[in-house]
């Protein structure tokens, strides 16, 4: 009997230190794999830093030209050297609206890169809603005014008071209302605001335009984007608007939406909270 439980204690033993053997083998194969993943991670780190300083070293050096370009076209169309004939006029208005395209796309890098940098800062601060309003009426107004589509602001029923980035959301926004005029050839663009449960607030920016197929949707707030159809072709960018849009609204505590049909339209949305709080803020992933 006693011989009998040596050898039954002797085969556990050697069981254990065959089992003990074999966790170290795959303790060192682990503590290999994450080494490994610790320098693919580094390396995804540094490669993702370098993209960040072209980004923003491109986007600055663009910038200078491209201001220079913008001034020279506006002098030339004032007329303070002497006026255009109408095709040089027509040649001039082409070449400034191309640069203020280019102005866009580079703006739009230089935004991405601050904000996969993390070097975007928040600077809220109180604001009437009616005055954010009033100032993109006021930029946009050019643009409506040279085609047949309308651009509303509905007022909204609620006094709309917030404490947040009042530059953020205006460029989300902006962009929202751009996009809709871009592609909404015929109709109205409409602009609205109202509260949810009193703490949050949703802009929306909807339009009669062609709208966006089903299997489009999902892929929108992706970065370098763009949606492949025949009207799209006509308008050159970055694909990075609804994306920044989408980040910027994440950092301000928010998040955005879209609903659309095709034929009849699209709905383009953002939620913030009225007072913003740092501890709201979402990284974007």
């Known amino acids: 009997m006693s011989a009998d439980l040596a050898s039954v204690l002797a085969a556990r033993e050697a069981d254990i230190a065959a089992l003990r053997d074999e966790l170290d083998e795959t303790n060192k194969g682990v503590v290999a794999l994450y080494a490994e993943l610790d320098d693919k991670a580094a390396q995804l780190r540094d490669a993702n830093e370098l993209k960040s300083r072209f980004l923003s070293y491109m986007s600055h050096e663009f910038r200078t030209p491209l201001t220079s370009m913008t001034s020279i076209t506006g002098i030339l169309l004032s007329g303070l050297d002497g006026p255009l004939t109408p095709e040089q006029q027509k040649q001039v208005e082409f070449l400034r609206a191309s640069t203020r395209e280019l102005t866009e796309m580079v703006n739009d890098l230089l935004d991405l890169a601050k904000v996969e940098a993390g070097r975007i800062t928040i600077s809220p601060e109180w ?101 492949n159809v025949p009207l799209q072709k006509r308008f050159r960018g970055t694909g990075l608007g609804l994306s920044l849009a989408r980040k910027f609204a994440e950092l301000l505590g928010g998040h955005v939406g879209v609903e659309s049909e095709v034929g009849k339209g699209s709905r383009f949305w953002v939620t913030l909270p009225v007072k913003f709080e740092p501890g709201l803020m979402q990284a974007p992933p």
């Open 127 to 227: 604001f009437e809603m009616m005055d954010l309003f009033a100032a993109l009426r006021g930029m946009f107004k050019p643009i409506v005014q040279s085609n047949s589509i309308s651009l509303v602001f509905v007022e909204p029923e609620d006094d709309i008071k917030l404490y947040t980035d009042d530059k953020k959301l205006s460029q989300i926004l902006r962009n929202f209302i751009s996009n809709a005029l871009k592609f909404t050839q015929t109709g109205e663009v409409r602009v609205s605001a109202r509260l949810l449960d009193g703490d949050q607030v949703e802009f929306a920016v909807a339009d009669t335009g062609i709208g966006i197929a089903p299997e489009h949707v999902e892929n929108l707030f992706k970065e370098f984007v763009q949606i």
